[in-house]
């Protein structure tokens, strides 16, 4: 075991990810962890059969291997602490003379704007009109989000992306958003990491835009730019250790020769043909290969 670790912190292991962080975080906030240990709640709570159902019938998605390796290969990166989310419908305040005096968040009954005493550029304290714009705006905050080590939230400008960028079609798909990763991740000579939502995991509103980096010689910070996939006015806290990225290291090779052919019956027969000779479990127990542990 020691002789491992020497030999990762020398960076002479042939496969290894490092996570750092500031010396001052090390001690509170949540580190992460291989991929199984923080499965999706609605799938680790799966039960394999379906209550009643036929010894001999299919099982639920929690038989599925290829599912199970998906949401247990590579590692976690958690929450690393409460994110309080506020989405809001932009309000627009007029006075009598239809003059706009201010936009407001608001997510409430507008006639509570109706009298309020907002004064307009002559100062009289009167609101006549107040109407939603249909845009939705999206603020985020951390516990302590900004200090001298660390600022939790960035942005990117849309331009960044284009017009044509599908995002666009989320209610707040323009706001590109940035998580400042608090963790440096390194790896082995000739190993990258893949970044991307945790496999499976619907859980939240969040999704990331998936990047990859080569993380064997880049040691340095990696962000994560995301949206907000909610479309509702809505107020709440995504508590710390939540799964947030889902890391998954790979070794770079060639990329594989792109061959196109006609399906070969007679090889996909044999292969049905074994699946028929058992009830259940035949991925498994007929294909599938055992993931190694470290």
């Known amino acids: 075991m020691f002789k491992k670790i020497k030999k990762i912190l020398e960076g002479s292991d042939e496969s290894y990810i490092k996570f750092d962080v500031a010396k001052e975080s090390l001690s509170h906030i949540p580190r992460p962890v291989p991929a199984g240990k923080l499965m999706p709640t609605w799938y680790k ?8 159902q036929s010894k001999a019938d299919v099982g639920t998605a929690k038989a599925c ?3 199970l390796d998906s949401v247990t290969d590579g590692f976690i ?34 006639e509570e704007l109706v009298g309020e005493k907002i004064n307009d550029l002559e100062g009289q304290p009167v609101v006549a009109k107040a109407t939603r714009t249909g845009e939705k ?9 900004d200090n001298d080590f660390f600022q939790t939230f960035s942005d990117h400008s849309w331009n960044q992306v284009g017009e044509l960028c599908d995002l666009k ?27 991307k939502n945790p496999a499976n ?42 799964p947030l990225v889902h890391v998954i290291p ?3 090779e060639k990329k594989p020769e792109l061959i196109i052919g006609a399906i070969n019956e007679k090889k996909r027969d044999v292969v049905l043909q074994t699946l028929a000779s058992t009830f259940v479990d035949r991925y498994k127990r007929l294909f599938w290969h055992k993931r190694k542990k470290d």
């Open 45 to 52: 709570k799966l039960k394999p059969r379906v209550e009643g």
């Open 65 to 67: 291997m290829p599912m």
């Open 77 to 110: 990166i958690p929450l690393w602490a409460d994110m309080h989310v506020k989405v809001f419908t932009l309000v627009e305040v007029f006075a009598e003379n239809g003059n706009k005096l201010t936009e407001v968040e608001h997510a409430g009954d507008l």
């Open 137 to 145: 705006r999206i603020l985020l905050t951390m516990p302590n989000q």
């Open 169 to 195: 079609k989320f209610a707040l798909g323009k706001a590109l958003l940035k998580f400042n990763n608090p963790w440096i991740i390194t790896t082995a000579e000739g190993w990258s990491c893949h970044f």
């Open 201 to 242: 995991n619907w859980s939240n509103d969040i999704q990331l835009v998936e990047a990859r980096v080569d993380t064997d010689n880049y040691y340095s910070h990696i962000n994560f730019p995301f949206v907000w996939t909610g479309s509702e006015d809505e107020e709440l806290i995504i508590p710390k250790g939540t």
């Open 250 to 252: 790979y070794k770079r």
